[in-house]
């Protein structure tokens, strides 16, 4: 018996020992998304775009001659299990990560990362708060809160709206949206009716509906989820709302028609560009449903794009050495994408901005204008 | 709007609100007062209660129509399917916990509450179910108060079922063994009451009540998800709390008073909707620094 064991030790010694001499031959590279929690299919969708980009990738030899493979860790959109799933991310030997669908739960990955120098590309989350916890490794592909202000200004200004009211729901994303919105706005000389605040979860919004109706804005921006958004718009409606409509790209979501009906008729979504209103994307789309059965989600675009960048840096690099990896980065000019040029700012996010205005219109999004 | 206009519609936010409060309050009201058992579970009953009113109403609607009569129907029976749920939940999970000590119960209460709500959210898969109820849109208007007949049915159907607990619980002879084991259990034993089956009678009323919130949120909110019952839960425990808890008045009159709360404290300058939880929770500490039992609670006495 005591023998058994003794090999049986051996052997698991062995293996472990091992396992460093086998991995070598391939790259790995770690997603960390959200698989489990609320935002479960964005998380899965992300993470079948970066597998479908290395598929891919190994069929067209690979990076630096070697088989790229990915290990998942599931960040929950929760900071506390974030910071387990990049610590084991960051301890299994990863040359580089993508990942980072919740601000929230970013944000506190940033310096583990940052530690270990593994560089970071980060496909959806983009609370500008993210921009000053960036130890220099973390790119942001996605557009920042900043554009997508920009971008809602740009469009209330053309719609001749002089008074908004603003709702968030008091989290990471929401609040840096309104926030950002209620300064700009009230920079270049306009109103801010309301500025509320609701809670994740609720379903009645009469009393906050009441108080916008009172004071009667243009319009109505709404910065967080589509969830209880749904929710809200449809008491808009209901109780004779009239102004426009407008959802961050929080909401940006085909579910938001199921939960509010027919109110989300004519509402306004500003969001980061998805495979389905980008002609370039349709090989892209065709290849995702076909491997996987699915539609591509709202990040998956971004996703695939952030493996193509970081597969493209290391080959450019000519190494993993992840100061090279970060130095070609930053430097980066990348066309071969679907949602765009990729190059950063000083810093590290998108030098442009992605953001594209969509339009409810018989119970699907359309692109505005 | 004038200052008036606001004051009535705020006024009508805070009773429908606190409608639903009360409605949830009740529950955790009877159960606390019989078996002093604070059910964390209950705000999920809200949730399985909504869920069960929408499976019925997708089998009742081709029959009943959507309308009013489907969802009154489909009410009724989610109230009966989860009064049941409540008596095997209490079978199972807190009877064998009854004589344990305290925490031990509370703990399997948030245990219960952790199954039915990660059940449901396997079996929806997080998703967002539309209720598919058609109660139109119609209403009376005074000034610019705009009353929809959703809310004045809604309302009166939460007032009908509250008085009918009341006076089942003052009036019936099981109301009566409520109250007596709510006194002391041990004596209501050896005065021949049937302890276990009161207290099956209390879970009943108290799930049925919850998911008669639930179906009608349901309804009139449009939409369901698995993770509805917690938010409701906890502010429906506050309200049970503000009017006293095992008081079964203090808990329509708690209910009513957070409603209004916060309908009002959304509106208020200085607080605001992104202070109106600061403002309410303030509130119950007040209630709680004067008046420890609740607003309608009665003094716990001690007999030597």
Request: aromatic share 10%.
């Given at each position: ?164 009211a603003i709702i968030?729901?008091g ?21 801010v009716t309301n500025f509320e605040v609701t809670n994740?979860?609720e379903?009645d919004y009469s009393a906050v509906v009441t108080a916008i109706t009172s004071a ?154 | 709007m004038t200052i008036f206009d606001i004051f009535t519609n705020q006024l009508l936010n805070g009773i429908?609100l606190g ?216 502010k429906?425990?506050t309200?049970?709390?503000i ?13 009513l008073i957070l409603g209004l709360l916060e309908s009002f404290g959304t509106q208020l300058p200085g607080v605001g909707s992104e202070w109106k939880d600061v403002f309410s929770f303030s509130v119950l500490i007040l209630v ?17």
């Amino acid at each position: 018996m005591r023998n058994v064991m003794k090999t049986a030790a051996g052997l698991a010694l062995a293996i472990v020992l091992g396992m460093p001499a086998i991995a070598q031959d391939k790259l790995t590279i770690g997603i960390m998304v959200p698989t489990t929690g609320s935002e479960a299919t964005y998380g899965q969708d992300m993470a079948n775009a970066v597998n479908l980009a290395i598929g891919e990738i190994n069929a067209a030899g690979g990076v630096l001659g070697k088989q790229l493979t990915s290990t998942v860790g599931d960040d929950g959109c929760d900071a506390q299990l974030a910071v387990n799933a990049a610590s084991k991310l960051a301890a299994s030997g990863v040359v580089g990560v993508v990942g980072g669908y919740c601000s929230g739960a970013t944000i506190p990955t940033l310096k583990i990362y940052g530690d270990a120098k593994i560089p970071l590309i980060i496909p959806a989350a983009n609370s500008t708060k993210l921009i000053p916890e960036n130890p220099g490794n973390a790119f942001m592909i996605n557009s920042t809160g900043n554009d997508q202000v920009a971008k809602a200004i740009e469009y209330f200004n053309g719609k001749g709206i002089k008074s908004i009211a603003i709702i968030n729901q008091g989290d990471a994303y929401s609040q840096d949206l309104a926030d950002l919105t209620k300064k700009n706005w009230e920079a270049a000389g306009n109103k801010v009716t309301n500025f509320e605040v609701t809670n994740k979860g609720e379903q009645d919004y009469s009393a906050v509906v009441t108080a916008i109706t009172s004071a009667n804005p243009d319009a109505v921006f709404w910065t967080a989820y589509y969830a209880d958004g749904g929710l809200l718009i449809r008491q808009l409606r209901e109780r004779g709302y009239q102004g426009l409509i407008a959802v961050g790209d929080g909401s940006n979501s085909p579910e938001l028609f199921k939960i509010a009906g027919p109110a989300a008729e004519g509402v306004i979504a500003f969001s980061n560009p998805t495979a389905e209103f980008l002609p370039q994307a349709k090989a892209f789309a065709d290849a995702y449903q076909k491997q996987f059965g699915a539609a591509p989600g709202p990040y998956s675009t971004l996703s695939y794009d952030a493996m193509k960048l970081l597969a493209w840096a290391i080959n450019t690099a000519g190494t993993t050495d992840s100061a090279k990896v970060i130095e070609t980065l930053q430097g980066a000019n990348f066309t071969d994408t679907i949602s765009g040029p990729i190059s950063f700012t000083p810093e590290k996010t998108l030098a442009r901005s992605n953001f594209v205005v969509l339009q409810g219109k018989g119970g699907a999004w359309t692109l505005a204008q | 709007m004038t200052i008036f206009d606001i004051f009535t519609n705020q006024l009508l936010n805070g009773i429908v609100l606190g409608s639903f409060y009360a409605l949830v309050a009740l529950g955790y009201t009877m159960v606390f007062g019989v078996v002093k058992l604070l059910n964390f579970a209950h705000g999920e009953l809200y949730m399985v209660g909504g869920f069960a009113g929408f499976l019925l109403l997708s089998f009742l609607a081709p029959y009943l129509g959507p309308g009013w009569f489907g969802v009154a129907v489909s009410m009724v029976l989610a109230m009966i399917a989860v009064g049941f749920l409540g008596v095997v939940i209490e079978r199972v999970a807190y009877a064998p916990m009854l004589s344990a000590p305290r925490l031990s119960i509370l703990i399997t209460a948030l245990a219960v509450s952790l199954v039915l709500q990660n059940g449901m959210l396997t079996l929806t898969k997080g998703q967002y179910v539309p209720f598919g109820a058609a109660l139109g849109f119609g209403g009376v208007r005074l000034g610019s108060l705009f009353i929809s007949y959703n809310q004045m049915v809604l309302v009166g159907v939460a007032g009908a079922l509250m008085l009918g607990l009341e006076l089942f619980v003052s009036r019936t002879q099981y109301g009566r063994a409520m109250r007596a084991i709510a006194v002391d259990k041990d004596m209501s034993r050896l005065m021949g009451i049937n302890v276990n089956a009161v207290i099956a009678v209390t879970f009943f009323l108290g799930s049925a009540l919850a998911a008669a919130a639930g179906t009608m949120a349901g309804a009139y909110y449009g939409s369901l998800w698995y993770f509805m019952g917690f938010l409701i839960g906890l502010k429906a425990f506050t309200a049970a709390v503000i009017g006293g808890i095992g008081s079964i008045p203090g808990a329509m009159l708690g209910g009513l008073i957070l409603g209004l709360l916060e309908s009002f404290g959304t509106q208020l300058p200085g607080v605001g909707s992104e202070w109106k939880d600061v403002f309410s929770f303030s509130v119950l500490i007040l209630v709680l620094v004067f008046k420890p039992t609740g607003l309608l609670g009665k003094p716990e006495q001690e007999r030597m």
